[in-house]
């Protein structure tokens, strides 16, 4: 009698036991679970990483030639919505966070010409449409004719200008007439490239990563070849 009633008060407190050392036991498995999966991710990981270095470096060259080609196009626009010459530059300077880093064209920007209409001949007011644009390191625009004959026109106007980067960028720069056309017609050359690459790329050859865009002078069209 007593001792089943004792087996009977005793029993709770054993089944209590036996699912407090359950719970224990899951949570540990729990634990070790956490942390084979952990390990399977950071070996994942380890492994993705050198795999997405040169999708990353396509997805920026990508990007500069998209952006480009779109500020291109609407420095276009701008010049026949607002009937006035729109001068598009191109700096070339040395990047100070860029240790050793050559001078390049390395930004771009579009400027509305203002010339006074009752004398020409004065120099006109500049514009800004927009912000200057640095393309993403390491990419720049190469300055070997071979590959952009665009920079290196015999119409292009030069000069040098201050600029959120540098204090003195020497640039280059043609214009979009307010028909559309450009300032860069040439019977002898019927499209003019600029050519995307990583300016650590040397030698006289394309690297196997560039973006080619090349502007019909006549109409001011954009083509793209990459």
Same mark, same amino acid.
């Given at each position: 009698g007593r001792g089943a009633v004792k087996g009977a008060m005793e029993q709770p407190e054993t089944i209590a036991t036996m699912r407090s050392s359950k719970n224990n036991l899951r949570a540990g498995f729990t634990l070790i679970e956490i942390m084979v999966v952990l390990l399977v991710m950071s070996v994942l990981l380890a492994l993705a990483v050198p795999a997405l270095g040169p999708a990353l470096k396509g997805s920026k060259l990508k990007q500069s030639a998209d952006d480009l080609e779109r500020a291109l196009a609407n420095a276009q626009q701008v010049a026949i919505t607002e009937n006035v010459p729109v001068q598009f530059r191109f700096y070339r300077y040395s990047d100070e966070n860029i240790p050793g880093g050559d001078e390049q064209y390395r930004a771009y920007e579009a400027v509305i010409l203002r010339y006074d209409p009752e004398d020409h001949t004065k120099d006109? %007011?500049? @514009?800004?449409?927009?912000?200057?644009?640095?393309?993403?390191?390491?990419?720049?625009?190469?300055?070997?004719?071979?590959?952009?004959?665009?920079?290196?026109?015999?119409?292009?106007?030069?000069?040098?200008?201050?600029?959120?980067?540098?204090? %003195?960028? @020497?640039?280059?720069?043609?214009?979009?007439?307010?028909?559309?056309?450009?300032?860069?017609?040439?019977?002898?050359?019927q499209m003019w490239t600029i050519t995307i690459f990583a300016e650590t790329h040397q030698g006289g050859s394309l690297p196997p990563e560039f973006a080619t865009l090349a502007l019909d002078p006549f109409n001011g069209q954009v083509r793209r070849y990459q």
């Open positions: 006109p %007011q500049v @514009e800004a449409i927009g912000e200057v644009e640095v393309f993403p390191s390491p990419y720049v625009i190469s300055d070997n004719v071979n590959f952009s004959t665009l920079v290196d026109g015999t119409q292009l106007k030069k000069g040098l200008d201050r600029i959120p980067r540098a204090e %003195q960028a @020497e640039y280059v720069a043609f214009e979009f007439r307010p028909d559309g056309s450009t300032n860069m017609t040439s019977i002898a050359r």
